[in-house]
């Protein structure tokens, strides 16, 4: 259990500085208790104090690292249970699994081909894991070496034999794969390949309980780059340890959960198996090993995880400037809208359907909505008269004209008067805006 504010406040400098951030040594004190603050942000704490705040001090999951170089994954060190209550911040590793029994070569290959582009995001796979089905260490020891030459990429090395996890680590020991796994039979020999090549260790246990005791017995021997797997394999017995991991680590400080978890897919049937992955990636696997490796898999679960680690209070949103799509003239028509990107996209895809070259202003609203702004006055005459001077669009147009989005056709009059353009009332719904053009640029 961690101290509580008050525990901690004793052992602050009690100044008000401010200089943590916090406006008082005891506010600093209850976010330092809730794990919401880092005893780093005091510059004045003592050494002795360091000691004593050491576990208060310590994030409730751990932060261990994957990989090496530009592909190294973090995981962990969240400190939420929900995240309207804050934000989660290192995303889930979604690692496709290949197996050594099968064509190692071709699978490798197109795993470093999944890359997506979607509403101006590109999505990648993270981590590969390589699985040693076959029970030979010379066949395992191929596998790994021949994914190491397809991918830079993360690895997951998985077998809970430790002379075939020896000869893996052989090919790859370099690059810090994650080692999977230590269990209560073998875990000794796990933890001394673990240490001696600095690569982060799975906890596989039979169970929470299970997993607790051996997580406890492993840190004992000085060896705490771990992550967690309660060995559920079962979607609702995974969904609740991976709940239970991250409730009590969060909430109740319990060590021995105070680590990131991973998670295995076990469904057969594709799309069944992407629920599955959906269902751990929301609740609360820091790794997700799956075996689907076809885009339309993987997409939905790459753009969901990609929505769950964006900050709730601070809207997704695009630059703010003027976008050209196709290759516009002095003549092509100008819409207006939003900075929002997905009112934005929705906006740019619909233009491009028209297959009629024009140009968008994007307008700094803070990355929200049409008629979210328009009530916030965000998206009113003046700041569209302003975002038309910022970017430079009466240099690149003859005419005047500005199409409005149609559900704020009451701004027409102002707008006209205010940056001198002439205001084209456009559909009310993105959806209109191809036969809107054809009918009026064509």
Not at 178 to 189: C, D, G, S, V, W
Not at 223 to 247: I, N
Request: glycine content about 8%.
């Amino acid at each position: 259990m961690g101290l509580t504010g008050l525990e901690i406040y004793k052992h602050l400098p009690k100044t008000n500085c401010k200089d943590c951030g916090s406006p008082t040594c005891l506010a600093f004190a209850m976010a330092l208790a809730s794990g919401k603050a880092s005893l780093d942000a005091c510059p004045h704490v003592t050494e002795e104090a360091k000691g004593a705040l050491d576990s208060a001090s310590a994030p409730p999951i751990k932060l261990v690292k994957v990989g090496t170089g530009d592909h190294v994954v973090e995981l962990g060190e969240e400190t939420e249970i929900f995240r309207h209550d804050k934000r989660f911040f290192h995303p889930t590793g979604v690692a496709v699994l290949i197996s050594d029994s099968e064509d190692v070569a071709a699978k490798a290959e197109a795993f470093e081909a999944l890359e997506f582009h979607r509403v101006g995001m590109h999505y990648v796979t993270d981590m590969v894991a390589v699985k040693c089905d076959s029970g030979d260490a010379g066949k395992f020891k191929a596998a790994v070496e021949t994914v190491a030459g397809k991918t830079k990429k993360a690895m997951v090395l998985i077998t809970e034999d430790p002379a075939i996890m020896e000869a893996g680590l052989g090919v790859v020991a370099d690059r810090k794969p994650l080692i999977h796994a230590a269990t209560a039979a073998n875990f000794e020999k796990m933890v001394a390949l673990a240490k001696a090549n600095s690569c982060p260790l799975v906890v596989k246990g039979e169970g929470l309980d299970a997993t607790a005791e051996l997580v406890e017995k492993i840190v004992a021997l000085d060896y705490k780059e771990l992550v967690l797997d309660s060995g559920a394999r079962e979607t609702s017995k995974v969904l609740a340890d991976l709940t239970q991991f991250r409730r009590l680590a969060v909430r109740k400080k319990f060590r021995p959960f105070g680590y990131p978890a991973i998670a295995f897919t076990a469904k057969e049937d594709p799309r069944e198996e992407v629920v599955q992955a959906g269902t751990y990636l929301s609740k609360y696997a820091d790794v997700l090993v799956l075996k689907a490796s076809g885009k339309q898999q993987l997409l939905p679960l790459l753009s969901w995880r990609q929505n769950l680690y964006t900050d709730p209070q601070k809207p997704i949103a695009v630059e703010a400037k003027l976008y050209d799509i196709g290759a516009p003239t002095e003549e092509s028509p100008v819409y207006v809208t939003t900075n929002f990107s997905l009112t934005y996209f929705i906006v740019e895809g619909e233009v491009e359907s028209s297959r009629i070259p024009s140009r968008i202003l994007s307008v700094d609203t803070g990355g929200i909505s049409v008629l979210t702004a328009y009530a916030d006055n965000k998206f009113s005459a003046e700041t569209i008269t302003a975002a038309i001077k910022k970017s430079g669009i009466e240099d690149k147009v003859k005419h005047r004209k500005l199409v409005l989005p149609g559900h704020v056709a009451v701004l027409k009059g102002a707008l006209e008067e205010e940056s001198g353009w002439e205001v084209v009332v456009g559909p009310r719904e993105a959806s209109g805006i191809t036969k809107f053009s054809k009918e009026n640029f064509a």
